[in-house]
């Protein structure tokens, strides 16, 4: 096996990675705050790639362009799924949670089956066959702007809960509720904004992944999964975490599809699943849970 | 079931660099009251959670009867002739009262009958009998503390660790507790090690008072000798402590 | 009959009834009928089988069908391969997932994982296995495993080779054994400390019970009376797909009933069985004239979050209060 083979792979499988991380974000900062699941997850991903997939055919904007559309567009359905539904389950116990989220997965699915149908779409861009050559790497254009989009989406969130008041009114919530409460926090719209940011960032990734592969509606459960996956490996409520992870199984499965079977790609990512979970449940980046 | 004797020697912890314990000892003689106080943080729960088996104490050492504790889990504890009630009580909400006590009460029973008939001799001891059928997360504070001892004392143990058991409960609730253990105590010589910040309870109940701060013994003898002591009026009784 | 000691008299004609009309149901159901009433049962089976872990031991699982797929397959394989009959299949079915089953359970509780991280471990060896599934030649990959399909007028019952009626009965009994089952495991002591664990480890821990060991019994039980319905699915179904029967929405579609009706009660998951299935059937029937692929599911999940917000403890404690079945709190004896 070339190294240069090798390395072109794992480059490809860090790019793609990233922006799985960029979905992993969303998932992480719902739970890191509301400590809640969201079992919709890939479903909202799908969502947003629909979302691109229309504005690409409606209007010519590319996918990496829309991204702050589809992001907006995801945040009111973020936000609203939050403050009608999820609100009222927030001391529910876990498997109630997952119930009410598997079943808005549910609800979610088959609204895309029906407008859309079964078939796999997908945007046709005229920058589809172009690469970038750096010596010996030779790596899709697509994926490059994929990565580097990732990326700065993720930076803007970072930069959000850093910086603005808003942002650190959340993560005043997450660290200490109680208290965040005590202080006058308006919780419930406080815990709704982060719903709908961690959709944003999902529809995000989705918009984005949209360049790379095909939407069709089933592709939500494995998406779920993968960002499970992330984020445990990550952390649950570690942002870099996700990214890192993202990162780190975006290789891994590259890896894997080369030295085994495509098929049989997602085995190495289930392998550093459990051991995580055996070995630092916390995550590599986590913080021991409260 | 009469009591058994607790030994504690040099038992020491310590939580990221914070020592929390520091070289504790002391004995609690078979069939008697001893008091634990101190002030908040001084450590007293944490002594608790190691002797229960909880974590492990960095060093040092607990024995029931000369048997070791330490390095036992939780339950083994349990099965060695401990019951231990907890600061903020752990009712199993879901279930009726009777059955919190008849859980309580499997331990020792070869049957289902038979706990329950233990069970239902635990729960009028403690005035639980009429609220048999209530579910425990419907019960008021004092009621759900008197749960937590039932609980316990219906695993039949020899010797009961007792975590501010006194704590908001009114002076007439606090007296008629105090009245429970004596008798208990008396009738069944189950030794009692209990931290308690309710003097009046304290002073009614204990024999022998260890007092506790910052992880340390700072003085430990008779209950008249210790409340009059300057290190223990200075960390934590204060001038005024009224009798 | 020990069993029934303290249940009200009303419950218990409402039993007798019940049993009765699904004892007799090939007498005048229909072979549609029969086929819901089959399917039907089969789900109140299996959210039963799960109800144990979750319900009484508290220990949430999401990936319930990999003991399903383990089931079908060791059962189906042996008789391709060996013509070994289910009546010996299953045991080796409900061996191997009792032995996958502990084996999550020690890892997760060894290492002191819990609420949704336990979930996600299960999912993932669910998926895990799956995929090893479609790389196993023996039993078909993604091919799939068929089984030879018999005569369907032979009665066979050791090997599951019949007419419908036959496997109705067959799975009418598997329910009311479940059903049976469960209401001993409630009133023995094993019950009573699986109710303290979910309820509060750690007090329970202190009252002097191995949880880890009550634990890993509830998992082991749960994941070998699962595999006995993927015994069941595999000879009435006669084809085994990875992709189907390790799926996360067969996961998923176990457990919905038992969540409906009622976690943690003895009716819940039957109840819930006999909500959801007709609901999905019905709903598949109303919507195909509609030609509009997706109604459905659509109003299948509105359903659900219906239900998950007006009646969150379960569809059945509400219906049990209803008919005034419910009587004090003495666990024990409660639905």
Same mark, same amino acid.
């Given at each position: 096996m070339p190294l240069d083979a090798v390395v072109n792979i794992l480059v490809s499988g860090l790019l793609t990675g990233l922006v799985f991380g960029l979905s992993a974000l969303g998932l992480s900062a719902i739970f890191g705050v509301t400590r809640i699941v969201n079992f919709a997850h890939g479903e909202m991903m799908v969502l947003g790639m629909y979302l691109a997939l229309v504005i690409f055919k409606w209007t010519g904007i590319a996918p990496l362009v829309a991204v702050p559309i589809v992001g907006a567009v995801l945040f009111c359905v973020g936000y609203a799924l939050q403050a009608s539904l999820v609100n009222r389950i927030l001391t529910a116990p876990e498997h109630m949670q997952f119930l009410l989220l598997a079943a808005v997965a549910i609800i979610l699915i088959a609204l895309l089956f029906i407008v859309f149908g079964p078939n796999a779409q997908n945007v046709a861009l005229e920058s589809a066959y172009d690469s970038f050559e750096i010596g010996f790497l030779i790596v899709d254009a697509h994926r490059v702007y994929a990565g580097v989009g990732a990326l700065i989406v993720s930076g803007l969130l970072f930069a959000f809960f850093r910086f603005h008041p808003l942002g650190k009114a959340i993560r005043a919530c997450a660290d200490n509720l109680r208290g965040a409460e005590i202080v006058g926090l308006d919780v419930r719209h406080l815990f709704a904004l982060t719903f709908g940011i961690g959709a944003a960032c999902i529809g995000a990734a989705g918009c984005i992944i949209l360049m790379l592969v095909d939407v069709h509606p089933h592709l939500a459960p494995s998406y779920t999964l993968l960002a499970f996956i992330v984020v445990i490996v990550g952390g649950m409520g570690s942002l870099s975490g996700a990214l890192v992870a993202g990162a780190l199984i975006g290789m891994s499965e590259a890896l894997a599809g080369l030295l085994l079977q495509p098929s049989l790609k997602s085995v190495f990512s289930f392998a550093l699943l459990i051991l995580v979970l055996l070995l630092r449940p916390q995550g590599l980046l986590g913080v021991k849970a409260r | 079931m009469s009591g058994a004797a607790l030994s504690v020697r040099g038992l020491s912890k310590s939580f990221k660099g914070l =020592? @929390?314990?520091?070289e504790v000892s002391f004995e609690v003689g078979a069939g008697a009251i001893v008091a634990l106080i101190g002030?908040?943080? @001084?450590?007293k729960t944490t002594i608790f959670n190691m002797i229960a088996g909880v974590f492990a104490p960095d060093s040092g050492s607990a024995a029931l009867d000369g048997r070791a504790l330490i390095g036992l889990r939780p339950d083994q504890v349990c099965h060695a002739g401990i019951g231990r009630t907890f600061q903020i009580v752990r009712p199993f909400g879901g279930l009726s009262v009777a059955d919190n006590v008849a859980i309580g009460a499997l331990r020792a029973a070869a049957s289902r009958e038979e706990a329950e008939a233990k069970a239902e001799s635990v729960m009028r001891i403690l005035d639980l009998w009429s609220k =048999? =059928?209530? =579910? !425990? !997360?419907?019960?008021t504070l004092p009621d759900r503390k008197r749960l937590e001892v039932a609980r316990a004392l219906a695993t039949g143990p020899r010797l009961l660790l007792l975590d501010e058991v006194m704590a908001g409960l009114r002076p007439t609730e606090v007296d008629t507790m105090v009245a429970v253990f004596r008798d208990l105590n008396r009738s069944l010589g189950i030794t009692i090690l209990l931290i308690e910040h309710v003097m009046r309870a304290v002073m009614a109940l204990a024999q022998s008072i260890v007092v506790l701060h910052h992880g340390e013994v700072i003085a430990q003898g008779a209950p008249a000798a210790v409340v009059q002591d300057p290190k223990v009026l200075e960390s934590y009784l204060g001038e005024e402590t009224a009798l | 009959m020990s069993l029934l000691r303290g249940v009200p008299r009303r419950g218990l004609i409402l039993l007798a009834l019940f049993v009765a009309a699904m004892a007799l149901a090939p007498l005048y159901a229909g072979a549609y009928l029969l086929s819901v009433l089959t399917l039907i049962l089969y789900f109140a089976y299996l959210g039963q089988a799960w109800n144990i872990m979750m +319900?009484? $031991? +508290?220990q949430l699982s999401l990936g319930h069908a990999l003991y399903v797929g383990l089931g079908a397959y060791s059962s189906a394989a042996l008789f391709v391969h060996f013509g070994l009959p289910p009546a010996v299949g299953l045991f080796v079915g409900a061996l191997l997932a009792a032995v996958a089953g502990t084996a999550i359970g020690f890892l997760g509780f060894r290492f002191g994982i819990q609420g949704v991280y336990f979930a996600l471990l299960t999912i993932a060896f669910a998926e895990f296995v799956r995929i090893l599934f479609e790389h196993f $030649?023996?039993?078909?990959?993604?091919a799939g495993l068929f089984l030879p399909v018999s005569n369907r007028s032979d009665i066979d019952v050791l090997a599951l080779r019949g007419t419908p009626e036959m496997f109705y009965y067959v799975i009418l009994v598997m329910t009311l054994a479940a059903l049976a089952l469960s209401r001993a495991l409630l009133r023995s002591r094993l019950g009573y400390y699986w109710l303290a664990i979910r309820e509060d480890q750690e007090a329970a821990e202190s009252l002097g019970i191995d949880v880890f060991r009550y634990k890993m019994i509830a998992v082991a039980l749960s994941a070998a009376l699962t595999a006995l319905a993927g015994v069941f699915y595999a000879f009435f179904y006669n084809n085994l797909f990875p992709h189907q029967i390790f799926a996360m929405d067969s996961s998923i579609e176990l457990l919905l009933g038992a969540i409906i009706g009622g976690v943690g009660t003895l009716f819940g998951p039957i109840v819930g069985a006999f909500i959801l299935t007709p609901l999905s059937e019905g709903l598949s029937e109303v919507t195909e004239g509609l030609k509009i692929d997706g109604i459905k599911q659509l109003v299948y999940g509105i359903c659900v979050v219906v239900i998950v917000l007006f009646r969150p403890e379960g569809v059945w404690p509400w219906i049990a209060r209803r008919l005034g079945l419910d009587g004090e709190a003495r666990r024990g004896d409660e639905p």
């Amino acid at each position: 096996m070339p190294l240069d083979a090798v390395v072109n792979i794992l480059v490809s499988g860090l790019l793609t990675g990233l922006v799985f991380g960029l979905s992993a974000l969303g998932l992480s900062a719902i739970f890191g705050v509301t400590r809640i699941v969201n079992f919709a997850h890939g479903e909202m991903m799908v969502l947003g790639m629909y979302l691109a997939l229309v504005i690409f055919k409606w209007t010519g904007i590319a996918p990496l362009v829309a991204v702050p559309i589809v992001g907006a567009v995801l945040f009111c359905v973020g936000y609203a799924l939050q403050a009608s539904l999820v609100n009222r389950i927030l001391t529910a116990p876990e498997h109630m949670q997952f119930l009410l989220l598997a079943a808005v997965a549910i609800i979610l699915i088959a609204l895309l089956f029906i407008v859309f149908g079964p078939n796999a779409q997908n945007v046709a861009l005229e920058s589809a066959y172009d690469s970038f050559e750096i010596g010996f790497l030779i790596v899709d254009a697509h994926r490059v702007y994929a990565g580097v989009g990732a990326l700065i989406v993720s930076g803007l969130l970072f930069a959000f809960f850093r910086f603005h008041p808003l942002g650190k009114a959340i993560r005043a919530c997450a660290d200490n509720l109680r208290g965040a409460e005590i202080v006058g926090l308006d919780v419930r719209h406080l815990f709704a904004l982060t719903f709908g940011i961690g959709a944003a960032c999902i529809g995000a990734a989705g918009c984005i992944i949209l360049m790379l592969v095909d939407v069709h509606p089933h592709l939500a459960p494995s998406y779920t999964l993968l960002a499970f996956i992330v984020v445990i490996v990550g952390g649950m409520g570690s942002l870099s975490g996700a990214l890192v992870a993202g990162a780190l199984i975006g290789m891994s499965e590259a890896l894997a599809g080369l030295l085994l079977q495509p098929s049989l790609k997602s085995v190495f990512s289930f392998a550093l699943l459990i051991l995580v979970l055996l070995l630092r449940p916390q995550g590599l980046l986590g913080v021991k849970a409260r | 079931m009469s009591g058994a004797a607790l030994s504690v020697r040099g038992l020491s912890k310590s939580f990221k660099g914070l =020592r @929390a314990v520091s070289e504790v000892s002391f004995e609690v003689g078979a069939g008697a009251i001893v008091a634990l106080i101190g002030p908040n943080g @001084a450590g007293k729960t944490t002594i608790f959670n190691m002797i229960a088996g909880v974590f492990a104490p960095d060093s040092g050492s607990a024995a029931l009867d000369g048997r070791a504790l330490i390095g036992l889990r939780p339950d083994q504890v349990c099965h060695a002739g401990i019951g231990r009630t907890f600061q903020i009580v752990r009712p199993f909400g879901g279930l009726s009262v009777a059955d919190n006590v008849a859980i309580g009460a499997l331990r020792a029973a070869a049957s289902r009958e038979e706990a329950e008939a233990k069970a239902e001799s635990v729960m009028r001891i403690l005035d639980l009998w009429s609220k =048999r =059928r209530q =579910r !425990a !997360a419907s019960l008021t504070l004092p009621d759900r503390k008197r749960l937590e001892v039932a609980r316990a004392l219906a695993t039949g143990p020899r010797l009961l660790l007792l975590d501010e058991v006194m704590a908001g409960l009114r002076p007439t609730e606090v007296d008629t507790m105090v009245a429970v253990f004596r008798d208990l105590n008396r009738s069944l010589g189950i030794t009692i090690l209990l931290i308690e910040h309710v003097m009046r309870a304290v002073m009614a109940l204990a024999q022998s008072i260890v007092v506790l701060h910052h992880g340390e013994v700072i003085a430990q003898g008779a209950p008249a000798a210790v409340v009059q002591d300057p290190k223990v009026l200075e960390s934590y009784l204060g001038e005024e402590t009224a009798l | 009959m020990s069993l029934l000691r303290g249940v009200p008299r009303r419950g218990l004609i409402l039993l007798a009834l019940f049993v009765a009309a699904m004892a007799l149901a090939p007498l005048y159901a229909g072979a549609y009928l029969l086929s819901v009433l089959t399917l039907i049962l089969y789900f109140a089976y299996l959210g039963q089988a799960w109800n144990i872990m979750m +319900g009484f $031991a +508290g220990q949430l699982s999401l990936g319930h069908a990999l003991y399903v797929g383990l089931g079908a397959y060791s059962s189906a394989a042996l008789f391709v391969h060996f013509g070994l009959p289910p009546a010996v299949g299953l045991f080796v079915g409900a061996l191997l997932a009792a032995v996958a089953g502990t084996a999550i359970g020690f890892l997760g509780f060894r290492f002191g994982i819990q609420g949704v991280y336990f979930a996600l471990l299960t999912i993932a060896f669910a998926e895990f296995v799956r995929i090893l599934f479609e790389h196993f $030649a023996w039993v078909g990959g993604t091919a799939g495993l068929f089984l030879p399909v018999s005569n369907r007028s032979d009665i066979d019952v050791l090997a599951l080779r019949g007419t419908p009626e036959m496997f109705y009965y067959v799975i009418l009994v598997m329910t009311l054994a479940a059903l049976a089952l469960s209401r001993a495991l409630l009133r023995s002591r094993l019950g009573y400390y699986w109710l303290a664990i979910r309820e509060d480890q750690e007090a329970a821990e202190s009252l002097g019970i191995d949880v880890f060991r009550y634990k890993m019994i509830a998992v082991a039980l749960s994941a070998a009376l699962t595999a006995l319905a993927g015994v069941f699915y595999a000879f009435f179904y006669n084809n085994l797909f990875p992709h189907q029967i390790f799926a996360m929405d067969s996961s998923i579609e176990l457990l919905l009933g038992a969540i409906i009706g009622g976690v943690g009660t003895l009716f819940g998951p039957i109840v819930g069985a006999f909500i959801l299935t007709p609901l999905s059937e019905g709903l598949s029937e109303v919507t195909e004239g509609l030609k509009i692929d997706g109604i459905k599911q659509l109003v299948y999940g509105i359903c659900v979050v219906v239900i998950v917000l007006f009646r969150p403890e379960g569809v059945w404690p509400w219906i049990a209060r209803r008919l005034g079945l419910d009587g004090e709190a003495r666990r024990g004896d409660e639905p």
